[in-house]
């Protein structure tokens, strides 16, 4: 099981990786003082993970004012649902959007993916046939 202290230091590792000493662009066309809120949507259906990992970016970068999940791990939500709230310092929101959606991304993606094959096992046990004789794209 992976702790609070793995996660942070995998955060912190994905952040220098994708930030480095900046972001240029960010610093260059966004002024420092400028403040800002966005939400992360969900633009398919997907069953939500990785919503504790939002909390440790933004807690590693600092200068975020306001961070409100409002659903959990586990949640199906359906396209267009808002999975968060963030308010903060421009610059902060921007650096760290593209880190947030990698990881939003891929462990939703496999919390998806894992909840249809439970799902055809469950009817495959249901009805009794193969769950893997059933072609499905993934």
Known sequence: MTDLADIADIVRRALAEDIGSGDVTTEA??????????????????????TDVLAAIYTERGG?????????????????????????????????????LNFLQRL????????????????AARTGKESCCRRRSY
Do not use: K, N
């Open 29 to 50: 066309c966004v002024p420092a003082d400028r403040m800002a809120a966005g939400y992360f949507i969900a633009r398919e259906s997907l069953v939500l993970a990785g």
């Open 64 to 100: 975020v004012d306001e961070l409100t999940v409002r659903h959990s791990d586990g949640d199906r939500l359906r396209e267009g649902d808002r999975i968060a709230l963030v308010r903060g310092r421009a610059r902060t929101l921007l650096e760290c959007e593209r880190v947030a």
């Open 108 to 123: 939703s993606g496999v919390a998806t993916l894992a909840s249809q094959f439970a799902e055809d096992h469950a009817r």
